[in-house]
């Protein structure tokens, strides 16, 4: 299933949209280019032979020492019960000036809304197009990107040491 | 300095909350109060009665799972699932155990016996999830005797997980490859004591609070959610099967021993009012029960003719001394009593600490609903609806 899905993937939004794919392990991936992301994801879920109508989960990857990021998509279909790996890959310098920038799917899924502001708050991932991207699980006025494998913890909090 | 950029989402929200109309009112709900069922704040913009608007804030229960799992081994993890979902920790762990297990390659070699056993503890403790969710919901309504009664027949439970893993909510009972112990001699007997005074009692208890008529007129109609809206936010178990969806991952993916089990998946019929109401994902909820009886029953069977005791069986043969994963990505997923729990693992080589794991939790999904369906409510009814989407904020935080 995962070549023919990759073909058509190919097919239909040019040869560069699919960067790589992996089906070495349990569960296939495909590596998809980040500008094409939002237009595959609205493909594949209204495509009426895959409907991919569940986004599960969205993990943000971080590759320490590589420079580099990845954000992982889980998809699954409801009426097919199918499931899909999707994957962004993106080379990034760490500086926390410049955060790395992937498109936002919260207009394709509304549970991405959430996934993404997690990945942002954690992850310093920062999400183009996003309705109200900011952060969820931290405290607003935190400093840093904990989930980061570079990340110092700070030496207080408002006064408060936690170290 | 950060980019501007990188801000505009809070200031955005921040300017909202001092723009409001001169006849709105921002109201903080939580995050200590009981009908918020744990330290969850809801910020409303309310014009008088009527909510215009809810934001969510969640983060107060915050202990960073994702990043202790990915600075210890896999073995040492089990416990910090355990309290993802503190309600039905025997289920955060079965979920977990399977994905290191599929990793490993030794999900096909475990014993029967302790799948039957692991199904057996699972289905207890989404009872007493279940009893939880419906005792809570009748008491944010003002219904107190359901709660009393739940809590009654959920402390049976407790102590008989309790008797099997020592500890009464937290067990760290499931092992990667087996089991902590066999279950203790006896057992089995007081479990089925358990299941024949408990049948009696799930009657009464439904008796007593679905067709009560305050009941009905406080969730039929309120907080209806459609199929499409349930799916589009990514939400699981009793919530999307009250939109009338049938799916339920111990049905879908066939996992541990539940292909051979016989049980029906309750989904929601829009009986008092309209598909996809509070009434219905309550009612969802109590048809479970029902089914987890059937098929604890049916385990209780099993594990006392096909795959007895014996002396010479040792649940822990299996356990790896130390888990060694070959470098791969694994999305695990398990049906919770709440919906769907799935573990991302992403393992590296010559370590058996892995690179990456990030719980998604069902609660976490399920709640980013509230704000659908929150608009336009009254204040009242918004606790109707967040009772019935059945949060536990241990997982909305992990």
């Known amino acids: 299933m995962i070549e023919k899905l990759i073909q058509e993937i190919k097919d239909t939004f040019g040869e560069a949209s699919v960067v790589g794919s992996d089906s070495s392990g349990l569960q296939p991936s495909i590596s998809i280019d980040a500008a094409d992301l939002r237009a595959v994801c609205a493909w594949l879920r209204d495509h009426p032979s895959y409907y991919f109508d569940f986004l599960a989960n969205i993990t943000a990857v971080d590759y320490y020492p590589e420079d580099r990021f990845a954000v992982v998509y889980h998809l699954a279909s409801i009426p097919f019960q199918q499931q899909l790996t999707l994957r962004v890959e993106i080379a990034h310098d760490r500086s926390l000036e410049h955060l790395p920038e992937v498109p936002s799917v919260a207009s394709i899924w509304r549970t991405a809304d959430w996934h993404e502001r997690e990945a942002f708050d954690l992850m310093g991932i920062f999400f183009t197009g996003h309705p109200d991207l900011r952060r969820i ?3 607003d006025d935190w400093k840093g990107f904990p989930l980061r494998k570079d990340y110092q913890d700070p030496e207080e909090y408002h006064g408060i040491p936690i170290k | 300095m950060l980019d501007t950029k990188y801000n505009e989402g809070y200031v955005k929200y921040k300017d909202k909350i001092e723009h409001i109309g001169s006849t709105e009112m921002v109201i903080n709900m939580g995050p200590q109060h009981p009908s918020t069922h744990g330290v969850l704040r809801l910020e409303l913009i309310t014009d008088g009665e009527l909510v215009k608007e809810v934001i969510p804030h969640l983060g107060y229960l915050h202990r960073c799972f994702d990043k202790h799992a990915e600075s210890i081994n896999y073995t040492k993890s089990i416990p910090f699932t355990d309290r993802l979902d503190y309600l039905a920790s025997m289920n955060n762990s079965h979920a977990f155990v399977m994905g290191v297990e599929r990793m490993l390659g030794i999900d096909q070699k475990i014993p029967k016996r302790v799948e039957y056993i692991r199904a057996l503890v699972c289905e207890l403790n989404r009872i007493a999830s279940h009893l939880i969710a419906i005792g809570t919901y009748g008491i944010d309504i003002g219904a107190f005797t359901p709660f009393m009664w739940c809590f009654r027949d959920r402390e049976h439970i407790m102590n008989m997980l309790e008797w099997a893993s020592g500890s009464r909510m937290l067990y760290n009972y499931i092992w ?21 005074y408990f049948k009696p009692k799930i009657t009464e208890l439904d008796d007593l609070l679905s067709t009560n008529q305050i009941f009905i007129s406080r969730t039929a109609n309120i907080g209806v959610l459609p199929a499409d809206v349930a799916i589009n936010y990514g939400c699981s178990g009793p919530m999307l099967r009250a939109s009338g969806i049938k799916w339920d991952l111990r049905r879908v993916d066939g996992y541990s021993v539940y292909p051979e089990l016989e049980f029906d998946i309750p989904v929601g019929k829009g009986e008092v009012g309209t598909l996809g109401d509070c009434w219905d994902r309550y009612k969802v909820r109590v048809d479970e029960v029902r089914e987890s009886v059937r098929i604890i029953e049916q385990c209780l069977e099993r594990l006392r003719t096909d795959f007895k005791r014996d002396v010479d069986f040792d649940p822990r043969a299996l356990v790896p001394k130390k888990v060694n994963v070959k470098a791969q990505n694994y999305y695990v997923r398990a049906e919770n009593p709440k ?44 606790i109707a609806i967040l009772g019935s989407v059945d949060i536990v904020l241990g997982e909305v935080d992990r």
């Open chain 1, 137 to 139: 699980l931290l405290p």
């Open chain 2, 176 to 196: 990667i490859g087996g089991l902590y112990y066999d279950l203790p001699v006896g057992f089995e007997e007081r479990c089925k004591e358990f299941v024949q």
């Open chain 2, 339 to 382: 919906g769907e729990l799935g573990f991302y693992f992403e393992a590296q080589d010559k370590t058996d600490i892995p690179r990456r794991v990030k719980a998604r939790g069902p609660s976490f999904n399920n709640l980013s609903v509230i704000s659908e369906l929150g608009k336009g409510v009254l204040i009242s009814d918004l």
